[in-house]
């Protein structure tokens, strides 16, 4: 599948050095862009709902320290 965007001079001249920067092309500059954009809100997603299910557990936070007294460390 291919498609095309419009963009700015500006916003070309940005897109194109950050490509060359990481030695690669436009095109996969901004397939790697859009699908690192699709992981890291799904990432935000999938630790809202655990966050979510932690606070309906009940259980409490406590300081690290007191987790190693506990295990003698």
């Known amino acids: 599948m291919s498609f095309s965007i419009r ?5 070309r001249k940005l897109a194109d050095s950050y490509a060359k920067l990481h030695s690669i092309s436009l ?14 809100e799904y990432d935000i997603i999938i630790a809202e709902e655990a966050y979510k ?5 009940g259980c409490k936070s406590r300081p690290v320290s007191t987790f190693w007294k506990e295990l003698g460390i």
């Open 27 to 40: 095109a996969e500059a901004f397939k790697k862009a859009l699908f690192e954009k699709i992981e890291d």
């Open 7 to 11: 963009l700015t001079e500006e916003e």
């Open 53 to 57: 299910d932690y606070e309906k557990s």
